[in-house]
């Protein structure tokens, strides 16, 4: 279907910065929706932020609002989780998902069907 790669995260310190990147392939023409979700140690996977495929309407976690950006580079098939003023709560690994089924919203991930293999985001304090 669609196949999703992550860039690698990082460590940062408190109050930091970290992109992620997420490069979309397969068969594209198929999503509606793409996201970001996150899990931590001990934690379920929890929804971060997700953007329409065609419409580039973009919704966030009220955990994350104001923080992080979720964005779309349509000439690089590219997904991107622009992260800033990072706290330790933000320590997860953080997944993409691609959804190709309509969907009112893409805040579950029941919502997605197809999944990157997960990059480590540590943040310090």
């Known amino acids: 279907q669609v196949q999703l790669v992550e860039s690698a995260g990082g460590s940062v310190q408190a109050g930091g910065s970290l992109r992620l990147s997420c490069a979309v392939s397969g068969r594209t023409s198929v999503i509606y929706g793409m996201g970001w979700f996150r899990r931590a140690p001990g934690k379920e996977r929890e929804f971060v932020a997700g953007i329409r495929w065609g419409s580039y309407v973009t919704y966030y976690a009220d955990s994350v609002k104001g923080r992080f950006t979720v964005s779309r580079d349509n000439a690089k098939n590219t997904v991107y989780l622009e992260m800033n003023s990072l706290k330790p709560e933000d320590t997860a690994i953080y997944y993409c998902?691609?959804?190709?089924?309509?969907?009112?919203?893409?805040?579950?991930?029941?919502?997605?069907?197809?999944w990157g293999q997960g990059t480590q985001v540590t943040v310090s304090s």
């Open positions: 998902g691609a959804g190709i089924r309509y969907r009112h919203s893409y805040s579950s991930p029941d919502d997605y069907d197809d």
